[in-house]
């Protein structure tokens, strides 16, 4: 019985940690409209044409500054040489204040305070690939 009932309070204790780490539920059709602000600079077609940011297309997972073409910051360029990948963690850090995130960034937006807009946002990015 003892065993049993430190079993379920642990199963419970990871459940309980687990709901307070996990992201909120990320939408994508929220997401695909908060793109909306990203487009004055980023297209997300596969081989789209850089703007005055990268292409986007496959950016969750992708090494960072390899968008073919686009001339990166020196301190974009010297984050990918320090292997800075955009997973999940790292683009919501950028997105939240890209100035804090990467000093000397070449990104002007000012970000996304929301949390859950980052994770929308996040998950229609990564819907591209």
Known sequence: MKKVLISSIAV???AIMSAV??????????????FKKCKACHTVESGG??????????????AAATADGFKYSDAMSEA???GLVWDEENLDGFLKKPKKFMKKTK????????????ADLIEYLGTLN
Request: aromatic share 6%; charged share 20%.
């Open 107 to 118: 990104m002007s937006f000012g970000g996304i305070k929301k949390d859950g807009k980052r």
């Open 80 to 82: 990918a040489a320090g």
């Open 21 to 34: 780490s996990a992201p909120a539920y990320a939408d994508v059709a929220k997401g695909e409209k908060i």
């Open 12 to 14: 419970a204790a990871v």
């Open 49 to 62: 044409a850089n703007g005055m940011g990268p292409n986007l297309f496959g950016i969750v997972g992708r």
